[in-house]
Each structure stands twice: as C-alpha cells, then as structure tokens.
C-alpha cells in the first residue's frame, strides 16, 4: 500500500476565476490562476518535505498548459477525460489513486489564497484511518480541504454549500467526519473582494507565510 495521494484539480486557466470577469481582462485571470495553482503546488512540496507521513502530489487536469506546468515542477498529471466538472475529475482522480494502491487521498484547490505549512502539515501529516474524512470548509460554505480513505465510500458534492454536504455524504456512509479549524485553508480567490484582500493586505499573507 503506498502514501496518501493529495490532488489539485485544475481547469484550462483560460476558463478559469469567471467570477473575476468585471475586474480582470481574460489573459490576467489566466495568468492569475496559473500563478496560485504554482504557489499551491511549491507550498505542498514544501510540506512534503517535512512531512512523516509521506504523500504524493497530482494534478487532474484537461489542459496541456496546466499538464506541462506540473511536469515541469515534477508533479503528476492525472489526465482528466470528459468528466462533467469538478466532480467528474474528482471522481477520476480517486479512481486513478485506487489503480495505483494509494490508500487515501486528499483534495485542495489550486487557487488557495495563502496555505501555510503549518495547515498543510495539519491536514496531511497524519497516519491512514479507513473511517475518517477530514472536511475543511471555505469562508463562503464550499470545501477548501477534503481528506478521504480510498476506495471512494462517498461522492463528491463540489458546488455551493459542499462543506455541509461533504460532511452529510460521509456520515451516510458510516465514516467519521473532522472539521478541524485551519484558518489559512478557509480563504481561496474567487471573487473581487478575496483579491482585495491579498492585494491590501500583503503584510498579512506574507506573516501568515512565515509563521511557524
Ligand atoms: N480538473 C478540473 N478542475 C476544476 C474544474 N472546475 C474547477 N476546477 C478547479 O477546482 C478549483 C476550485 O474551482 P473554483 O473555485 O470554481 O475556481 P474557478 O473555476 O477557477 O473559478 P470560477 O470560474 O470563478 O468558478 C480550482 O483549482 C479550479 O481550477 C473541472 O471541471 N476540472
Ligand atoms: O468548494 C466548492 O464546493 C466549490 O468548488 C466552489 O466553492 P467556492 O465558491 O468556495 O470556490
């Protein structure tokens, strides 16, 4: 049996942040989502590092751009097939984790705004429990960290109001859900106030950054 599997899922960046469509022209949103999936996947590395419970790093993705990017950075690329969505690619992505004999697998969006090692070692940093989900929700009700044993016994629900569906769809099937309150995993960059926010308060995203 080998480590936990954590995947970014990740979009074609030209058809990504939509939701940043009145304050940013297309090729901004796409350089803008490119550059905070790169900073996820450095950060995840980083904890990787130190981490005692090895995990590997994947990608689901369609693109080619976002493919060659992971490549680049020695991560793998899960091809995404048509999928209908985030879910779809989820759903892949455990799938494909199954094939290879990982024995749980962790979800985190490629455009967190801040994750700090700490959180990340947090969430990731534990020992395989075949009962217990780890659910930790976005600022805005979604599911900014979702931690599961593989194989999949419950689906997945991305989409508004996910946290509380993730955590209802593991209790229905018999798995025990944490939520643990990680601050820097609630903030992920969807619409124009969470850019404000990274934008104005660079001090802040920088301490959170450094803090131990
Ligand atoms: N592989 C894959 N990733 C997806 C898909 N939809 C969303 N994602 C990724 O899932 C994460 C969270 O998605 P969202 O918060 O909706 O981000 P987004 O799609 O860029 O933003 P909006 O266009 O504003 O909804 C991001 O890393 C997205 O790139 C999909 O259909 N396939
Ligand atoms: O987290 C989720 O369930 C959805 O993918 C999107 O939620 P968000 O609005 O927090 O990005």
């Not at 995947?7 to 022209?25: F, H, I, Y």
């Not at 690329?77 to 209908?84: D, F, K, M």
Request: hydrophobic letters at 45%.
């Amino acid at each position: 049996m080998s480590a936990r599997l954590v995947v970014v899922p990740m979009k074609d960046p030209a058809r990504a942040k939509t939701r940043l469509g009145a304050v940013l022209p297309p090729a901004r949103r796409a350089r803008l989502a490119s550059l905070l999936f790169t900073r996820v996947l450095h950060r995840l590395q980083r904890a990787q590092a130190d981490a005692t419970h090895p995990f590997e790093i994947a990608t689901v993705t369609a693109s080619p751009a976002i493919a060659e990017l992971a490549h680049g950075l020695g991560v793998r690329v899960i091809p995404e097939g048509a999928t209908g969505g985030l879910n779809g690619a989820i759903r892949q992505a455990a799938g494909w984790a199954v094939l290879r004999g990982h024995h749980g697998m962790a979800v985190l969006p490629g455009d967190l705004a801040a994750p700090t090692q700490r959180d990340l070692l947090a969430l990731l940093d534990r020992p395989a429990d075949p009962d217990r989900v780890v659910i930790c929700a976005s600022a805005d009700g979604g599911t900014n960290a979702l931690l599961l044993p593989l194989p999949a016994r419950m689906d997945f629900h991305y989409g508004p109001g996910s946290f509380m569906a993730h955590c209802a769809a593991a209790r229905a099937a018999g798995l025990d859900p944490e939520t643990p309150a990680l601050a820097s995993l609630r903030h992920d960059i969807d619409r124009q106030e969470d850019l404000s926010a990274l934008l104005t308060h660079p001090l802040r995203a920088t301490l959170a950054e450094v803090r131990p």
